[in-house]
């Protein structure tokens, strides 16, 4: 396989003054009917000197083949002259921007789910990136593609069917974003890529079970919430019942202990305003 070997071809402005002074020569012969001698230099200047001469933009490259065989790769901007019989083909080093499609694939506990991915590349190897693929843009919609549907496939969206699940698609989202970073890296490097970045740009469920996945996640809610309500109320009841004992506020048997919970857990836990109820009489009457 071939990789990248940087060229450092002279300059092309000291190769440029050599093509006018040949011009300017092949204008005198034929000013002086030396028509032979103007033909070779004009052949001479236009076949071996003129074709040299290229022009590298900031942030692109000049890849060169001979006769099908790769020379190198100009990668520094500026007026340059190389082989005239190379073949010369401009590879950008520009950082491109993917932005994927949204995809409708399954989640790590098979939900349908709907991702899509921003991903941030360059050029690293243009060598390998001329030769190892057949389209490299190509190439890398196709492994980018790849790439969100098998992380999609690895976690679940989040955590409402697997509690033990460390990383979720929805709440993992630095995570997920160097994980998609690595996996495509290591996909898109035979193809000479760097990816720079790659983030989630999209997550949702699909439209058909969107709605019921809502409806479980609030209920998920309100029952986490109940349980911290009865947990702190629990413990308040506790506290409550301790300071009373420990100060000798008043005693309290079993029966009145009981009732006494009872009507705090029902204050604590209501979920609306509790209105007094001034009771005249006793427990037991």
């Given at each position: 396989?071939?990789?990248?070997?940087?060229?450092?071809?002279?300059?092309g402005?000291?190769?440029?003054?050599?093509?006018?002074?040949?011009?300017?020569?092949?204008g005198?012969?034929i000013?002086?009917?030396?028509?032979?001698g103007?033909?070779?230099?004009?052949?001479?200047?236009?076949?071996?000197?003129?074709p040299?001469?290229?022009?590298?933009n900031?942030?692109?490259?000049?890849?060169?083949?001979?006769?099908?065989?790769?020379?190198?790769?100009?990668?520094?901007?500026?007026?340059?002259?190389?082989?005239?019989?190379?073949?010369?083909?401009k590879?950008?080093?520009?950082?491109?921007?993917?932005?994927g499609?949204?995809?409708?694939?399954n989640?790590?506990?098979?939900n349908p789910?709907?991702?899509?991915?921003?991903?941030?590349w360059?050029i690293?190897?243009?060598?390998?990136?001329?030769?190892?693929?057949?389209?490299?843009l190509?190439y890398?919609n196709?492994?980018?593609?790849?790439?969100?549907?098998?992380?999609?496939?690895?976690?679940?969206?989040?955590?409402?069917?697997?509690?033990?699940?460390?990383?979720?698609?929805?709440?993992?989202?630095?995570e997920?974003?160097?994980?998609?970073?690595?996996?495509?890296?290591?996909?898109?490097?035979?193809?000479?890529?760097e990816?720079?970045?790659?983030?989630?740009?999209?997550l949702?469920y699909?439209?058909?079970?969107?709605?019921?996945?809502?409806?479980?996640?609030?209920?998920?809610?309100?029952i986490?919430?109940r349980?911290?309500?009865?947990?702190?109320?629990?413990?308040?009841?506790?506290?409550?019942?301790?300071?009373?004992?420990e100060?000798?506020?008043?005693?309290?048997?079993?029966?009145?202990?009981?009732?006494?919970?009872?009507?705090?857990?029902?204050?604590?836990?209501?979920?609306?305003?509790?209105n007094?109820?001034?009771?005249?009489?006793?427990?037991?009457?």
């Amino acid at each position: 396989m071939n990789t990248e070997k940087t060229l450092n071809p002279p300059s092309g402005y000291l190769t440029l003054v050599v093509f006018l002074l040949l011009l300017g020569a092949t204008g005198f012969c034929i000013v002086n009917q030396s028509f032979t001698g103007a033909i070779i230099i004009g052949l001479i200047d236009f076949i071996l000197v003129l074709p040299g001469l290229v022009i590298v933009n900031p942030n692109e490259s000049k890849v060169l083949i001979l006769f099908g065989k790769y020379v190198g790769t100009v990668k520094q901007d500026g007026f340059f002259w190389v082989n005239p019989l190379t073949i010369k083909r401009k590879v950008s080093l520009k950082a491109f921007n993917l932005n994927g499609q949204q995809l409708k694939v399954n989640d790590g506990v098979g939900n349908p789910i709907e991702i899509a991915a921003v991903i941030v590349w360059r050029i690293k190897d243009t060598a390998k990136a001329m030769f190892a693929v057949e389209n490299y843009l190509q190439y890398v919609n196709i492994q980018s593609e790849a790439a969100v549907r098998h992380l999609a496939n690895s976690f679940p969206y989040d955590n409402i069917e697997d509690e033990q699940a460390r990383i979720t698609l929805s709440n993992g989202a630095d995570e997920v974003s160097k994980l998609l970073e690595k996996e495509l890296n290591e996909r898109l490097e035979p193809a000479g890529i760097e990816v720079l970045e790659a983030r989630i740009s999209h997550l949702a469920y699909s439209p058909e079970i969107a709605h019921t996945m809502l409806q479980r996640q609030q209920a998920s809610a309100i029952i986490s919430a109940r349980r911290l309500i009865v947990e702190g109320a629990v413990g308040m009841v506790d506290m409550a019942l301790q300071k009373l004992s420990e100060k000798n506020i008043v005693e309290l048997d079993e029966e009145r202990k009981a009732a006494m919970v009872s009507n705090l857990l029902v204050v604590l836990c209501g979920d609306k305003a509790v209105n007094p109820v001034v009771n005249t009489g006793t427990l037991y009457h």
